[in-house]
């Protein structure tokens, strides 16, 4: 194999010229980037910036206005529905039912997803997420920690290969949050595929391989985590929002 042919079977996700407008207003303006397999990369941004419209388009649930995006090396646009199996997505939405209890939400999405063994599967992740003993109470009773620990677990259920998660840490309180970072820190060590968007420019950076900067639409930074030194990030975070609203 080539070189060259090497580097694209190593792309998980292939973005070129992504514009989305909502009539005369763009979310995004031409984000063209390459994610490789096994690699975390954590895009920060102001509100407004594009970050979430830019993962909804990669989810899958919603289309762009133009520009290609390829998983896998398979175009979205023509094969969504396949793409959708191979994605784990946690956003501000759980996408849990209130009125089912951890459990039944569990085997429900694992029979959507045609995974084997949906009972065993859904008791062996509520385990992993520290959620067996409330396997039988309704979510409705869960804390805000607990439902995205749950939510987690639904994400995994059909052993993805990439991971969206937006802004994941949002409400969790110091203990979801600490287990929410030893979950992604062990999705690392299997070198799934993760896009992270977070506020939290420490914690993204220490999660991340790469880091990218979105702005109005763009990406106007883009760097190797290890390239970055940590302790000037926060400034150097803030003085590329700062040139880049001029």
Known sequence: MSLVAHEAANVAIAVDNLIKSFGTFYALRGISLRVHTGECLAIFGPNGAGKTTFLRILSALSGPTSGEVRILGL????????????????GHQTFLYDDLTAAENLSFYARLYDVPSPRARAEQLLAEVGLERRANDRVRSFSRGMQQRLAIARAMLH??????????????????????????????????????????????????????????????????????????????????????ER
Not at 77 to 89: D, T
Not at 224 to 244: M, S
């Open 75 to 90: 175009s979205l646009k023509e094969k969504a529905l396949a793409i959708r199996q191979q994605l784990g997505v946690i």
């Open 159 to 244: 052993d993805p290969g990439i991971l969206f998660l937006d802004e994941p840490y949002t409400g969790l309180d110091q203990h979801a949050a600490m287990m929410l970072t030893n979950w992604l820190q062990k999705l690392r060590s299997e070198r799934r595929t993760i896009l992270l968007v977070t506020h939290d420019l420490m914690q993204g950076l220490a999660m991340a391989d790469r880091v990218a900067v979105f702005l109005q639409g763009r990406i106007i930074w883009e760097e190797k985590a290890e390239a970055v030194v940590h302790e000037q990030f926060q400034q150097t975070y803030f003085d590329l929002i700062a040139r880049g």
